[in-house]
């Protein structure tokens, strides 16, 4: 069935790099697509969203890139810190849902 | 103004023991979301209220699972009786009814349960 994935589970950066964290999507009817930053012991914290007629959308150093043509998706954290280790969720919603499908999940980790 | 708020934030049952978890969502938001994640897995759609109705309960696993929201305010979700692959995070969400989609929702810090 349509699912919403990740390329990879774990991600490790050193502080000051830019982190990129990946997303393949496969509901084509999805129009609205959401990061979520869950940190150990929490539940998922919103970060940023996106609408399918955008293809960027910045934030407080995040930005997400949104490529229809592929189903991709990608969150681009700049400048990482320690205090963004974390797992990180796309979510989509599909077109007239209210409900976001989660993915597994990339678990970014941040040396100093 | 208040999150979404979850109790209890843990809890140990033995298999076959009843757990009723409470969730508290933020004032005014009509639709509220029951999600659960098991280890190392996706965050999983139990069900989808919007005030005290139950829009979708797609996601629940199997009838020892019952969630409420009586009244339109705070929901329980109990499982009864419990078993080992019930154990993981329980996150309670809501959010404001709004558009078919763009609708931001916001989670509590989830319930832990482990069942032995």
């Known amino acids: 069935g349509e699912s919403v994935g990740l390329h990879l589970p774990t991600l490790s950066v050193q502080e000051g790099d830019n982190s990129i964290i990946n997303c393949a999507y496969s509901?084509?009817?999805?129009?609205?697509f959401i990061w979520y930053k869950q940190e150990s012991g929490k539940g998922p914290q919103f970060i940023i969203d996106?609408?399918?007629?955008?293809d960027k959308r910045q934030g407080q150093r995040v930005t997400v890139l949104l490529n229809k043509t592929v189903k991709h998706l990608s969150l681009q954290i700049a400048a990482t810190q320690p205090g963004d280790s974390a797992v990180y969720f796309c979510?989509?919603?599909?077109?007239?849902?209210?409900?976001?499908?989660f993915g597994r999940g990339t678990s970014l980790i941040v040396h100093p | 103004e208040a999150g979404v708020t979850q109790f209890p934030s843990h809890s140990v049952i033995e298999k076959g023991q009843t757990v009723t978890l409470r969730c508290d969502p933020i004032?005014?938001?009509?639709?509220l979301y029951w999600y659960r994640r098991v280890m190392g897995k996706e965050i999983k759609f139990l069900l989808h209220?919007?005030?005290?109705?139950?829009?979708?309960e797609s996601g629940m696993p199997n009838n020892r699972f019952l969630a409420e929201r009586t009244g339109g305010t705070y929901s329980t979700l109990k499982v009864q009786p419990a078993e080992l692959e019930d154990s993981g995070v329980y996150f309670c969400?809501?959010?404001?009814?709004?558009?078919?989609?763009?609708?931001?929702?916001?989670f509590g810090e989830g319930s832990w349960l482990t069942v032995v």
């Open positions: 004032s005014g938001h009509d639709n």
């Open positions: 509901n084509s009817a999805s129009d609205y």
């Open positions: 209220f919007v005030k005290e109705s139950k829009q979708d």
């Open positions: 996106i609408r399918s007629n955008m």
């Open positions: 979510a989509e919603n599909p077109g007239g849902s209210y409900i976001p499908t």
């Open positions: 969400a809501s959010s404001q009814l709004g558009p078919p989609s763009g609708n931001t929702i916001y």
